[in-house]
C-alpha cells in the first residue's frame, strides 16, 4: 500500500511500489532477494516510519531551543518563544542549507589541504592539474610568470581557504572570479553577497537560536546569503581543488551497474565523497603487490567500482566502473560478493553496517569524521600526508584479505551491466561542442530545446531512480540536453543514457546532435559539487549569448532530493535565475504559506533573481512542467518551439 501524506496532499511509495518503478533490474532483483531473506534495507524502514509527522514534513516542527519541541497546528498557532509558522519553516531550511554548507566545506577543507600539502611537496600527494592551477592563478591575478607551478598553487590555494573561512569584510574573490557580473549586481541589490562559507554558516545557526531572528524575511535573506557562500565556497572551492590535485577528467567509456562484480574476483567498493586518499587507495589495488595478495588468497584478480560522488570521481579520473548510488548501497551489499566497503565521508548510511554484518563484507572507515561502531577503521589525516600510502596499504590489505572468508552460498550477482561514458567537464563540453558558440546557435535554432541539469539525491519519498530516468528520457525526447551529476548520475549511468547509443532514444534535433559529436543525450558531470561544471557551463552560455542567465532556456532539476547538501544546491541555481523542479514537495506547507508564495510565487523570487521553484512528484508531469518552462523562455526571446 502506498502511503498518503495529507499534509503534502502527495503519495509516497511503499516497498512494493519501489519494487515495481525502479527502472534498474540490478537494483529490482536486489530488493526481491533481500525481501526474500528478510533482510530489512531503508526501503523497509521507511514504511515502519508511516505514519511520518505532519509538522516535521511540512517546516512546522521546532528543536531550535530547548524549550521545545514545539508544532504549529491549528491549536497553536506560534511555538512556545512566540516564532510564527513562516520563521519555522524557513528556520529549519536555514538549519538545513548550514549542515549541508557544513558538509561540503569540510570536503572542499580537506581536498585544499591536500593540494597544499602537494605544493609543498609533501610525500604521498602530487600537483596534477596544472592547466586548472593556471586558469585560476589568471582568474585571480595571480602572478604566473617564472615561477614553479607549485608557488603559484600555494597562492591559489590560500585564496579559495580564504574564501571558505574568512571572518574579515573583503571581497569574496571566487565569486568575482566565476560569477556573471548582471547576477553580482542583482545579489548586490539584494543585499546577499556573502562574506564566506564559515561566516555564513555561523549567522545561519546564529539568527535561528532561540530569540536571535523572528523577521522571516530575514531570515530568507540569510538563506540567500548562505547558498551564494555555499556555491562560490565549498562547491567551487572542491570542484576546482580536485581538478588542481587531480586534473580536468576528459571524457571516457567504461562498463557500469552491478554486474560489474564478479564471482572469482576479490570485489572492493568504494563509497563516499573525498578523492584524496582513494586516488592513493586505487593504486595500492593495482599494485604487483596487492594482486599478487589476491591471487594468493585464490582470487583472479580484484573488481573494483564506485559508489556515490566517489564513484562519479573514480569513474570520471580512472575509468573505475562506477556501481550504484545513496539509495543503492544496502542493496549491492546484498550480492553477496562485496568483499570490502571502502567508505569515507558523507551520504555513507549506517545501514551499510547491518547488510554488512549480514553478508560478511568488511566495512572500512577512512574519515576521522565518519565513525562506524565495528567497521575498521583507517583513518587518513590530510594534515600528515606522509601516512597516505601506509594507510592506503593497511585498507588495501584488508580488503583483500577479506576475500578468505566470503560466504559463498550467499552469493547472487545480478547480470546487468550498462555501457557509459562519463568524465565531461565545463571544458570538455565546450571542447566537443566547438564552443559555447555552437551551443548558442543550437539553441537559437531550435535543433536544441533547452538544457537541464538533472541532478541530485535518492529519496524513499519517491519510487526509487523512477523520478531521475523518467525525466531525463522525457527531456532528451523533447530535444533538452541532461547534464547530470551525483546520485541522479549513477541513475541515468545505469539507465543507459548516458552510452552514445542512447542518442536513438532522444528527439531528432538532440539524437542528430549527438550523433554528429558522439555523445550521449545525457553527460555524466561527476560528483554533486560538479554541479558548478554545469554552472560555469551555463553562465559561459549566457555570456556568449548575451542573454542573461534567467531568460536562458535552462533548469535545474532534482527529482529525489534526500541530504540536506541538496538544499544549497537547488538554491544556488536558482540565485543565478535558473528554476529549479524538486521532486517531493517538502519540507514547507503546501497551501497559502508566505514561505511557498516566495519560493514558487510571482512576487517572491521570481521577481527577485527571476527563477522559482516548482514542486511535482509524478515525473511525467515534472517532465512537461519543465519543458513549458522552458518553452516559456524561448517563446519570450523569440526562438522557434
Ligand atoms: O553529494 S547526490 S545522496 S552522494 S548529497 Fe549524497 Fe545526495 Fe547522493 Fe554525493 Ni550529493
Aim: overall charge neutral.
Amino acid at each position: 500500500m502506498k502511503h498518503f501524506l495529507r499534509v503534502l496532499n502527495v503519495h509516497v511509495p511503499d516497498k512494493a511500489e519501489h519494487l515495481a518503478l525502479t527502472p534498474n533490474p540490478a537494483s529490482r532483483q536486489m530488493l526481491e532477494r533481500l525481501d526474500g531473506l528478510g533482510v530489512e534495507t531503508l526501503f523497509d524502514r521507511f514504511d515502519q516510519q508511516h505514519p511520518q509527522c505532519g509538522f516535521g514534513l511540512t517546516g512546522r516542527c521546532c528543536r531550535m531551543c530547548l524549550w521545545g519541541p514545539c508544532r504549529i497546528g491549528p491549536k497553536s498557532p506560534r511555538g512556545i518563544c512566540g516564532k510564527d509558522e513562516n520563521a519555522m519553516v524557513v528556520g529549519n531550511l536555514l538549519r538545513a542549507l548550514a549542515a549541508g554548507l557544513a558538509a561540503y566545506a569540510r570536503h572542499g577543507h580537506e581536498v585544499l589541504l591536500a593540494v597544499e600539502a602537494a605544493a609543498e611537496g609533501k610525500p604521498g600527494l602530487s600537483l596534477i592539474g596544472e592547466d586548472r592551477i593556471l586558469d585560476l592563478a589568471s582568474r585571480f591575478a595571480i602572478p604566473i610568470a617564472n615561477r614553479p607551478v607549485a608557488e603559484v598553487a600555494q597562492e591559489v590555494v590560500a585564496v579559495l581557504l580564504e574564501d571558505l573561512g574568512r571572518m574579515a569584510v573583503r571581497p569574496h574573490r571566487t565569486l568575482e572570479a566565476f560569477a556573471p557580473p548582471e547576477r553580482v549586481e542583482t545579489w548586490r541589490a539584494l543585499g546577499v553577497l556573502p562574506r564566506s562559507a564559515t561566516y555564513e554558516m555561523m549567522e545561519a545557526l546564529h539568527m535561528t537560536t532561540l530569540g536571535g531572528c523572528s523577521d522571516w524575511t530575514a531570515l530568507a535573506s540569510q538563506q540567500l546569503r548562505a547558498a551564494l557562500a555555499y556555491c562560490y565556497g565549498p562547491l567551487f572551492g572542491s570542484s576546482l581543488a580536485t581538478e588542481m590535485l587531480f586534473g580536468v577528467p576528459k571524457p571516457r567509456t567504461t562498463t557500469v551497474n552491478y554486474g560489474v562484480l564478479r564471482p572469482d574476483h576479490v570485489n572492493v567498493l568504494i563509497h563516499g565523497h573525498s578523492p584524496v586518499m582513494v586516488a592513493s587507495l586505487l593504486a595500492k589495488l593495482r599494485s604487483p603487490e596487492i594482486e599478487a595478495l589476491a591471487r594468493g588468497a585464490g582470487a583472479k584478480g580484484i573488481v573494483i567500482g564506485g559508489l556515490c560522488c566517489t564513484g562519479e570521481e573514480l569513474l570520471a579520473r580512472h575509468g573505475v566502473p562506477s556501481v550504484t548510488n545513496a539509495g543503492g548501497q544496502e542493496l549491492v551489499l546484498g550480492t553477496g560478493a562485496v568483499d570490502a566497503m571502502v567508505v569515507d565521508m558523507q551520504c555513507v548510511i549506517p545501514g551499510t553496517k547491518i547488510l554488512a554484518d549480514c553478508f560478511g563484507t568488511q566495512l572500512i572507515t577512512t574519515c576521522h569524521s565518519n565513525r562506524i561502531p565495528g567497521a575498521l577503521h583507517v583513518p587518513f589525516d590530510v594534515e600528515r600526508p606522509e601516512t597516505i600510502e601506509a594507510d592506503a596499504l593497511t585498507v588495501a590489505r584488508a580488503a583483500v584479505e577479506a576475500f578468505a572468508r566470503r560466504d559463498r552460498s550467499k552469493m547472487s550477482i545480478p547480470q546487468v551491466w550498462t555501457s557509459a561514458m562519463a568524465g565531461w567537464s565545463t571544458e570538455g563540453v565546450l571542447e566537443r561542442f566547438g564552443g559555447a558558440g555552437r551551443i548558442v546557435e543550437l539553441l537559437r535554432s531550435g535543433r536544441l530545446k533547452g538544457i537541464a541539469a538533472v541532478v541530485g539525491c535518492n529519496t524513499p519519498k519517491v519510487p526509487y531512480e523512477h523520478g531521475h530516468v523518467t525525466i531525463a528520457r522525457k527531456l532528451a525526447e523533447a530535444d533538452v540536453l541532461v547534464l547530470t551529476t551525483g546520485c541522479a548520475a549513477h541513475a541515468l549511468l545505469n539507465a543507459g543514457l548516458c552510452a552514445p547509443a542512447a542518442a536513438c532514444s532522444a528527439g531528432p534535433g538532440l539524437s542528430a546532435i549527438c550523433g554528429e559529436l558522439a555523445i550521449p543525450p545525457a553527460l555524466a558531470m561527476g560528483g554533486c559539487m560538479d554541479n558548478t561544471r554545469s554552472l560555469r557551463l551555463f553562465t559561459e552560455l549566457s555570456r556568449v549569448a548575451g542573454v542573461p542567465l534567467k531568460d536562458l532556456p535552462l533548469l535545474f532539476v532534482c527529482p529525489e532530493p534526500g541530504n540536506e547538501k541538496a538544499v544549497g544546491q537547488g538554491l544556488a541555481f536558482l540565485l543565478h535565475g535558473v528554476s529549479t523542479l524538486i521532486g517531493f514537495p517538502g519540507p514547507i506547507p503546501q497551501e497559502g504559506n508566505d514561505v511557498l508564495d516566495f519560493l514558487s510565487g510571482a512576487e517572491g523570487l521570481a521577481k527577485l533573481v527571476g527563477a522559482k521553484v516548482y514542486t511535482e512528484s509524478e515525473p511525467a508531469l515534472a517532465a512537461e512542467l519543465g519543458k513549458a518552462h522552458l518553452d516559456g523562455k524561448r517563446a519570450a526571446l523569440g526562438w522557434p518551439g
